[in-house]
């Protein structure tokens, strides 16, 4: 079997392990560092958006707080970005027998390197939705949507894979008049 074979063969394969290697040590790194920004930083939904009462006292409009959403948007990017540089370079090892479309050759033979890296920089944004939570009730979420672009490289070539995750930070239920309805109108 000829070189030029043997790495179209493997290559797509190691491409596709390489990438979900690379999703795999992004979406570590990110959960940890979400998780550890959010126990130095307990939020709470009133502290992202404040409810807006109508003179009956009835929920009429949520308003963002966009010095602390720009302010958390930019913490957690900071936090992402510093634990991703202290990560550096993660390697690990495919078994050369897994590179073939071969389930008899799979997890077997020596291993080639793999070697994944940050590349460029996460963006984190703030987002805000509102559904239906039941009669006249709505519930409002904000939450981070978080896009990493990683690298991978395998001995003869490199590439970028790109990995998005979402988490929430508030959530709030808002509850507004219940109609009132009988089953004798038509």
């Known amino acids: 079997m000829t070189a030029v074979h043997a790495e179209k063969k493997a290559g797509p394969i190691a491409r596709e392990q390489?990438?979900?290697?690379?999703?795999?040590?992004?979406?570590?790194?990110?959960?940890?560092?979400?998780?550890?920004?959010?126990?130095?930083?307990?939020?709470?939904?009133?502290?992202?958006?404040?409810?807006l009462y109508d003179e009956e006292g009835r929920p009429a409009s949520v308003e963002a707080i966009p010095y602390n959403i720009n302010k958390v948007q930019a913490e957690l990017s900071l936090a992402i970005n510093r634990r991703l540089e202290q990560a550096g370079e993660v390697c690990a090892r495919i078994p050369l027998g897994s590179l073939w479309s071969s389930y008899l050759l799979a997890g077997k033979g020596p291993s080639v390197r793999v070697r994944i890296c940050p590349a460029g920089e996460v963006s984190?944004?703030?987002?805000?939705s509102f559904t239906s939570a039941g009669i006249n009730q709505t519930c409002h979420r904000i939450y981070a949507e978080i896009t990493a672009e990683m690298s991978a490289a395998l001995p003869l070539y490199s590439f970028q894979t790109s990995q998005s995750f979402q988490f929430l930070l508030a959530e709030s239920v808002l509850v507004g008049e219940t109609p009132q309805i009988s089953p004798y109108l038509n």
Do not use: F, K
């Open 18 to 51: 390489a990438e979900m290697l690379a999703r795999h040590t992004a979406g570590n790194v990110i959960s940890q560092a979400v998780s550890d920004y959010l126990e130095e930083n307990p939020s709470t939904a009133c502290d992202l958006a404040a409810v």
């Open 124 to 128: 984190v944004r703030l987002r805000s």
